[in-house]
Structure formats: structure tokens, C-alpha cells
């Protein structure tokens, strides 16, 4: 099957073909990408550092930022360097690796936020157990199991994908490699392959969003018998939490949940999760909490 694999080289559409908007989109696109790490990079820090930030939600909203950062940068920086480029190319293995990572880093992140959801869910409606559900090691293996998640549903999905024999057309109309786009290229009828990826991006994402809405559900039912102060403090927590959910599926849905389209709209769509989603959740969680507002001030304001 591997001699049917002639082409090694795919030339990548990207997201607008005008040379000018093109570089208009490399000035608005490469200071999002450096606010997306410096943002993650600096909740990484405080958390990592600040003494008032041990609890079990800011362990989890560290390890967020690092696979938010892990994420952008798996498609990003190479979009940004090919706004530049006359001619965009990837080799085949790049193009799977691209895929690979991106898949790890989006799955990673999806389990990330139903563990952040469970964490909520502990925090408000079984208080007195909190710290004893939620222990150290509880914690560890939560994270572990995000990144593990990741990692064998995009192991699934490249080897779904290597198989597939590329013998003619080249040109992927995207500005980064996802699977339906290459699916188009194989010489070869992918609808089985299609059913595999729906499947199971589809299952997770649809297990994953259960869990999340039911958790809310269950939390926003049971502030009913909280203090004022009480349900402000969750309400706030859960709404940063709650945004930050809609912001990722809201377009993983409308890209993945659908048949095919050769649209501009999947790109402009596909480029508010790749590239806005990553850089607006430092911003959403530090804006709605205090803890981390005064930690980020007594961190930085030491080192002035």
C-alpha cells in the first residue's frame, strides 16, 4: 500500500489567497499567538509559585494554560510563517504529525474541562468532603487521564488516517492539516474512515458535553441552598467556567458534527478555535477571580 503513497508533499490553500489580507492577517494574528502563550504562560507561573493557589481548581487551571499553549502551537505558528509564504507546503508526515498533535493537545483539553467540571461539582455540593474527595493523588490521576485520553483518541486517529493511499491530487484547502481536508486527497473511497473519525470525535465530544452540562445543571440547581455570598462566589467560578465550555465546543460542533463542506466559513470558524479560543481563557479566568488577580499582583508586584 506504501507504493501507492507517491505524493510526499502537500501545498496548503490557506485561510485567504490575497497577498495583502494575508499580511494583514499576520499582523492581527501573530500578537494573539504571543498573548495566548505569554497569558498561559504567566497563570503557569502564579499558580505554580503562589502559595494561596493550591487548591485542586487552580492544580487543573495550570495544567489548562499548558495544554491551551500546547494546542495553538501545534497549528499556529506554522499558519503564522505561511502568511508570509508565497507557496505553502507540508510534507505527508508533517501533515499526520500536525494532526496528531492537534488532535492530543484538543482531547486533552475537552477531558481537562470535565475534570474542572467534576472539581466544581465536588466544590459546591459536597463542601465537607471536598478536601478528602479531592485529594493530591485524585487530582494526578485526573490530569494523567486527560493526557492519556488524548493521547489514544489521536492514536486512533492518525492510524485510521496513515493507511490511506495519497497518489494523485495534493492541495489541502485549509491553512493547517485536519482529517476531512486530507481525507478529500486519498485516492480511495474514505467513508468508512469518515464514520471512524465522526465516531470518535464525535462520542467524546458528546460524552464529554453530557457530563459538563449535567454538572452544571446539578451545581446551578443546588446554589438554591446557598448563602448569598455563597452562590456569588459559584456563580462567578462556574460562569468563567461555563464560558470557557461554549467558547471550545460551540465551533468543534459546527466543524465536526456536520456533514463535509468546502466552505470559507469551516476555516473562519476553524480559526476562532485555533487561534481566539486559546488566548481568551487566561482572560476569562483571571478576570471573574479574585484569588488569582491578587496572587498574579503579590507575584509580580515582588519582582518590580
Not at 16 to 36: I, N, R
Not at 103 to 132: G, Q, S, W
Request: with cysteine; aromatic share 12%; glycine share 4%.
Amino acid at each position: 500500500r506504501a507504493s501507492t503513497n507517491n505524493v510526499t508533499e502537500l501545498i496548503i490553500t490557506g485561510l485567504f489567497q490575497d497577498p495583502k489580507v494575508q499580511k494583514v492577517c499576520f499582523v492581527l494574528f501573530l500578537p494573539v499567538y504571543l498573548a495566548t502563550v505569554v497569558g498561559n504562560g504567566l497563570i503557569i507561573v502564579t499558580v505554580s509559585v503562589s502559595k494561596s493557589l493550591c487548591s485542586p481548581m487552580y492544580f487543573f487551571l495550570g495544567y489548562l494554560s499548558l495544554v491551551e499553549i500546547c494546542y495553538s502551537s501545534s497549528v499556529v505558528p506554522k499558519f503564522i510563517t505561511d502568511l508570509l509564504a508565497k507557496v505553502k507546503t507540508i510534507s505527508l508526515k508533517g501533515c499526520l504529525a500536525q494532526i496528531f498533535f492537534f488532535h492530543f493537545f484538543a482531547v486533552t483539553e475537552i477531558l481537562l474541562l470535565v475534570v474542572m467540571a467534576y472539581d466544581r461539582y465536588v466544590a459546591i455540593c459536597k463542601p465537607l468532603h471536598y478536601m478528602n474527595i479531592m485529594s493530591r493523588q485524585l487530582c494526578h490521576t485526573l490530569v494523567a487521564g486527560s493526557w492519556l485520553g488524548g493521547f489514544i483518541h489521536s492514536i486512533i486517529q492518525v492510524l485510521n488516517t496513515i493507511q490511506l493511499p495519497f497518489c494523485g491530487p495534493n492541495v489541502i484547502d485549509h491553512y493547517f492539516c485536519d482529517l476531512r481536508p486530507l481525507f478529500k486527497l486519498a485516492c480511495k473511497d474514505t467513508f468508512v474512515e469518515g464514520i471512524v473519525v465522526l465516531a470518535n470525535s464525535g462520542l467524546i465530544s458528546l460524552f464529554s458535553l453530557t457530563i459538563l452540562v449535567s454538572s452544571y445543571v446539578i451545581i446551578l440547581t443546588s446554589l438554591r441552598n446557598c448563602s448569598a455570598e455563597g452562590r456569588r462566589k459559584a456563580l462567578s467560578t462556574c460562569a468563567s467556567h461555563i464560558t470557557v465550555v461554549i467558547l471550545f465546543f460551540g465551533p468543534a460542533i459546527f466543524i465536526y458534527m456536520r456533514p463535509s463542506s468546502t466552505f470559507t466559513g469551516d476555516k473562519l470558524v476553524a480559526v476562532f478555535y485555533t487561534v481566539i479560543t486559546p488566548m481568551l481563557n487566561p482572560i476569562i479566568y483571571t478576570l471573574r477571580n479574585a484569588e488569582v488577580k491578587i496572587a498574579m499582583r503579590k507575584l509580580w508586584g515582588k519582582k518590580e
